[in-house]
Every structure is written in structure tokens, then in C-alpha cells.
């Protein structure tokens, strides 16, 4: 027997988190995507009420879809966001 400290590592092989990893029957997935969505020509298209709409609609489909929204943005020419999607 070891005698001493023994510490379970908080990572996996690849160096990520534990508990950024979900599981499925036989599969261990952590899948981010960073999407940036941008008008032609970065015109500022992005601001008051629009934004609301637009925020509204992008939180409706990551809903329906079953995507999760770790991170999002909206600025006045484009609109960042870093998503969770389960593999299909």
C-alpha cells in the first residue's frame, strides 16, 4: 500500500475540466462553438429594439434546438456567442 496525499485529478487525459464533460450512453462529448454572426458590410444593424428581437429570436432557437448559450454578446455591428451543442 501508498501512504501519503493522494489527489484525483480534476482533469482528463486532454487537459479538460472534468466537469465541463457530459455524457451520453457510450460517449463522453464536450462540444463549444464560437459563433459570430455579422450583417454585409458590418453595417451597425444591431441596436435598440432590434437587439431585443434579435436576442429573443437567437434564445427561442438555442432553446427549441437544445443548445445551450454559455456566452453571448450583441454589439452594434455583429453578435458573439459561445454555444454548447450535444452531438446528434
Known amino acids: 500500500m501508498r501512504s501519503g496525499n493522494c489527489k484525483s485529478s480534476t482533469r482528463n487525459q486532454k487537459g479538460v475540466p472534468m466537469g465541463d464533460e457530459k455524457s451520453l450512453a457510450h460517449t463522453r462529448w464536450n462540444c463549444k462553438y464560437h459563433i459570430v454572426f455579422a450583417p454585409?458590410?458590418?453595417?451597425?444593424?444591431?441596436?435598440?429594439?432590434?437587439?431585443?428581437?434579435?436576442?429573443?429570436?437567437?434564445?427561442?432557437?438555442?432553446?427549441?434546438?437544445?443548445?445551450?448559450?454559455?456566452?453571448?454578446?450583441?454589439?452594434?455591428?455583429?453578435?458573439?456567442?459561445?454555444?454548447?451543442?450535444?452531438?446528434?
Open 40 to 88: 454585409k458590410y458590418r453595417r451597425q444593424a444591431f441596436y435598440g429594439e432590434k437587439r431585443r428581437a434579435v436576442g429573443s429570436i437567437l434564445r427561442k432557437l438555442c432553446e427549441w434546438k437544445n443548445v445551450r448559450i454559455l456566452e453571448a454578446e450583441c454589439c452594434a455591428d455583429h453578435i458573439h456567442m459561445l454555444l454548447e451543442i450535444p452531438p446528434k
